[in-house]
């Protein structure tokens, strides 16, 4: 989830948002932008949630592993304590999205783009 985007971190056009939006990637509500996690494991890779733990050798999450690799060479990542009841609340990855500036998930879209129906499959997985 998103209130409000930071220019100096992404400047995305109108085109970005509006090819978001037609996916169900991105709701707008009172002017508030709403972007949804595809789980590109972004965020858990460099802003761990209250609950996460760095592996300092992996530099990411210990929690974090990959769920799917992709045909265009890409990985889905899934959170292996995110179901838990003593940390759900805390868990960020396949919430709202907030870092949809993050490289990473922007690799994956980027990737998809050309591929919609590969787009929707990909937001299809749980
Ligand atoms: S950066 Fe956003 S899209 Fe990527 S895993 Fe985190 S919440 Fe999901
Ligand atoms: S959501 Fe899970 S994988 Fe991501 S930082 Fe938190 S505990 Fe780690």
Not at 34 to 51: A, D, E, Q, Y
Not at 67 to 82: F, P, Q, S, V, W
Request: proline share 4%; aromatic share 4%.
């Amino acid at each position: 989830m998103i209130g409000e985007i930071t220019p100096e971190l992404w400047s995305p056009s109108q085109a970005e948002l509006d090819l978001q939006a037609e996916h169900g990637l991105l709701s707008v509500r009172d002017e508030t932008l709403f972007f949804k996690c595809i789980r590109s494991g972004g965020c858990c890779k460099t802003n761990l949630c209250p609950v996460g733990e760095l592996d300092q050798t992996a530099q990411q999450c210990r929690f974090l592993h990959p769920h799917k690799n992709l045909d265009t060479g890409h990985t889905l990542y899934r959170c292996t304590i995110a179901h838990e009841q003593h940390t759900q609340a805390a868990c960020q990855i396949s919430k709202g999205c907030c870092m949809p500036w993050s490289q990473a998930r922007n690799d994956l879209l980027n990737a998809h783009k050309s591929d919609l129906a590969n787009l929707i499959a990909v937001l299809n997985i749980e």
